[in-house]
T-cell receptor
Framework: QKEVEQDPGPLSVPEGAIVSLNCTYS??????FMWYRQYSRKGPELLMY??SSGNKEDGRFTAQVDKSSKYISLFIRDSQPSDSATYLC??????????????WGLGTSLAVNP | DTEVTQTPKHLVMGMTNKKSLKCEQH?????MYWYKQKAKKPPELMFV???????INESVPSRFSPECPNSSLLNLHLHALQPEDSALYLC???????????????FGQGTRLTVV
């Protein structure tokens, strides 16, 4: 079993839809949870960063962490064609030394259709 | 300036060539990273420099040689590569202090490397 599981999709939604992207993980020691967006032929861009459990909101994006279920989510409200990209979750045990190494999901390919 | 700049954007090299990838940031970040990314895969960590010292080497073959000349620059020297080394090579940087800042917050656009 991989440490981080993420459905690669592809996921196709109409413009304006609410998008839900998810990752599950097996290592209960993970404390730092990130979502990155990667457009085709570009480097990843950090979207959301969460420490431990709870929700975090930034504009149309909401990140949720449920440590009891080992499950994290990214919600995109009012999705736009410009949101079409690959979304990667990443997590780490700590923030120093080898504990800061990011463990990545495979990424979910999202297409938002006008 | 909130950018990590990588050069060149594309590189084609033969298996006997020596080439270098360059990465530059002027955000005052003290941690810099090299990643390798294959198509439809997540980035794989190769090296981490913290305060210009190599702190993590993920058992990368010696044909890849990193160098950090100063806090703004990171190089990756390539020699005797194999076709399977063809990939997108990404540089990233982070502030390197504290809890919320110790994440690879900024990635460059990458160098798309093809080994022939």
């Amino acid at each position: 079993q991989k440490e981080v599981e993420q459905d690669p999709g592809p996921l196709s939604v109409p413009e304006g839809a609410i998008v839900s992207l998810n990752c599950t993980y097996s290592n209960s020691a993970f404390q730092y949870f990130m979502w990155y967006r990667q457009y085709s032929r570009k480097g990843p861009e950090l979207l959301m960063y969460t420490y431990s459990s709870g929700n975090k909101e930034d504009g149309r994006f909401t990140a949720q962490v449920d440590k009891s279920s080992k499950y994290i989510s990214l919600f995109i409200r009012d999705s736009q064609p410009s949101d079409s990209a690959t979304y990667l979750c990443a997590m780490s045990v700590g923030n120093a030394g080898n504990n800061r190494k990011l463990i990545w999901g495979l990424g979910t390919s999202l297409a938002v259709n006008p | 300036d909130t950018e990590v700049t990588q050069t060149p954007k594309h590189l084609v090299m033969g298996m006997t060539n020596k080439k270098s990838l360059k990465c530059e940031q002027h955000m005052g970040h003290r941690a810099m990273y090299w990643y390798k990314q294959k198509a439809k895969k997540p980035p794989e960590l190769m090296f981490v420099y913290s305060y210009e010292k190599l702190s993590i080497n993920e058992s990368v073959p010696s044909r890849f040689s990193p160098e950090c000349p100063n806090s703004s620059l990171l190089n990756l020297h390539l020699h005797a590569l194999q076709p399977e080394d063809s990939a997108l090579y990404l540089c990233a940087s982070s502030q390197g202090h504290g809890i919320s800042r110790n994440t690879e917050a900024f990635f460059g656009q990458g160098t798309r490397l093809t080994v022939v």
